[in-house]
């Protein structure tokens, strides 16, 4: 059984950073693409990024790129969002999910989600 909890959420004001965590359990995490989506009030659940199991390919939504960073380190069954000059706009609950590309019918297991909020 696979289960995801993701951790690193919080309150932070524009500009400032933050780093999710989703910690994986289950014995095929290094075979396993990984994928970070974000729902905000109202609105339908968005891609954010996803790694492949290797961690070498990675795609990013056009609204993060080359502000967040997708990571994973597979002896730790971790992977990481790295969010840097963060916008209100970024204000969501973040999920990870197991599985590959923007689509989020491509991924089968999700975490509880955790809260990012950013001031303006």
């Known amino acids: 059984q696979v289960q995801l909890v993701e951790s690193g959420g919080g309150l932070v004001q524009a500009g400032g950073s933050l780093r999710l965590s989703c910690t994986f359990s289950g014995p095929t995490f290094s075979r396993s693409a990984m994928g970070w989506f974000r729902q905000a009030p109202g609105k339908e659940r968005e891609f954010v990024a996803t790694?492949?199991?290797?961690?070498?390919?990675?795609i990013y939504a056009d609204s993060v790129k080359g502000r967040f960073t997708i990571s994973r380190d597979n002896a730790k069954n971790m992977v990481n969002l790295q969010m840097n000059s963060l916008k209100p706009e970024d204000t969501a609950v973040y999920y990870c999910?197991?599985?590959?590309?923007?689509?989020?019918?491509?991924?089968?297991?999700w975490g509880q989600g955790t809260q990012v909020t950013v001031s303006s």
């Open positions: 999910a197991r599985g590959w590309g923007r689509l989020s019918n491509n991924y089968d297991y």
């Open positions: 790694i492949d199991w290797s961690g070498t390919l990675t």
